[in-house]
């Protein structure tokens, strides 16, 4: 489709540590006078957000009551708010579940109609409030993307809605904001990152600005992962601009492609067996690119591109981190006892669709229990 060539963002980046500093010129530059600033809780705890809010005259208010995997009955409370505020613009500073409520409290500030009709695309947003999105991890590029994951408090389902108008108006990349992950987190969302360059690189959708994103993010990331999660002094600010110069790249790359089998399994897994994203994401990651690998010969060079003798050398190196940062690697790690049922599911996802190899549900299945 003709549609699939496009590279579109609409997003002003800025890009440098300590930029963070300068966010009340920014405000100012765009004459914004009227903000909600949208935090996960524990800036609000450490005092970081009440900060924020004295130094720009802006910042009206603060809400953080949220939960990673964030509720669409959070969403509608923050939209609340919004409202109240008669907010000009939303400030959101976090990892990727701020960003994603942040999103979708922006345009359903002024829908019309139940939530759910607008998670489950029944209805479509006309309009929304201006997002400047921080993000403080170097993994989920929700910064640059167009997509919110939320789970619905009445059916239980957990899924990603793409919309237009989530896209952020602004993206303050700071690297310094990263230094205060932990070493889980660092790790885990580090490898949502692989996982976004990985899937925008074989993507059916992939196209060669993509792809020429998706291999910059991919040697940012294997560079510097490592370092970025050993560092437990929380120094090494290079290890960490590497890491959000990866995470970045990345989500410019899958904006545009959508990512495919590995985030689509990685929804049951998350939903079934309580893996964080990244985790789940990284459950997979090393089998579909030996899968992949199989169909698109362009894998095996980009792997020598990376560095790797060959794909088997990277798909090692995966298996490496996930040993090294303590992720669960097998079903039984998981205590998933029907391969089956969650291959079923798996299959299930959309996304999956995406991949530019197939398989049935025995295949994947079969893929799932020879996981090590």
Known sequence: MYQNKRFYIPTKIYFETGITDRLKDILKDENFKRALLICDSFFEENGTAEEIKNKNDAVLDIF?????????????????????????????LGGGSCLDLAKFASAYRYADG???????????????????????????????????????????????????????YISIVDPRLTLSVP???????????????????????????TDT??????????????????????QNIEARR????????????????????VHACS?????????????????????????NAKFDKRIETLAKELGFVNVDEMASKIKYFKK?????????????????????????HPLY?????????EELAALLEELK
């Not at 959000?244 to 990512?259: M, V």
């Open 64 to 92: 953080s009551d949220f939960t990673p995997n964030p509720m669409l009955s959070k969403v509608e409370k923050a939209s609340k708010l919004l409202k109240e505020l008669d907010a000009d613009c939303v400030i959101a």
């Open 114 to 168: 139940k939530i759910q009709d607008y998670f489950f695309g029944k209805k479509k947003f006309e309009k929304h409030i201006p997002l400047i999105a921080i993000p403080t991890t170097a993994g989920t590029g929700s910064e640059v993307t167009c997509v919110s994951v939320c789970n619905d408090d009445i059916s239980g389902i957990k899924s990603p809605l793409n919309d237009e108008k989530f896209y952020p």
């Open 183 to 209: 070493p889980f987190v660092t790790a885990t969302t580090g490898l949502d990152a692989m996982a976004h360059a990985l899937e925008a690189y074989w993507c059916c959708a992939h196209r060669d600005i």
């Open 213 to 234: 994103f998706a291999v910059a993010s991919l040697k940012s990331i294997f560079g510097s992962l490592e370092q970025a999660y050993s560092d437990t002094k929380r």
């Open 242 to 261: 590497e890491m959000s110069k990866g995470s970045l790249f990345a989500g410019l790359a899958f904006s545009q492609t959508k990512t495919a089998a």
């Open 267 to 291: 929804y049951p897994l998350s939903s079934n067996f309580y893996l964080s994203h990244g985790e789940a994401c990284a459950f997979t990651l090393d089998l579909f690119l030996l899968e």
């Open 324 to 348: 090294k940062f303590k992720l669960k690697t097998t079903l039984a790690d998981l205590g998933c006892k029907d391969s089956k049922k969650l291959a079923e599911e798996c299959l299930a």
């Open 353 to 361: 669709n995406n991949n530019p190899v197939k398989h049935s549900v």
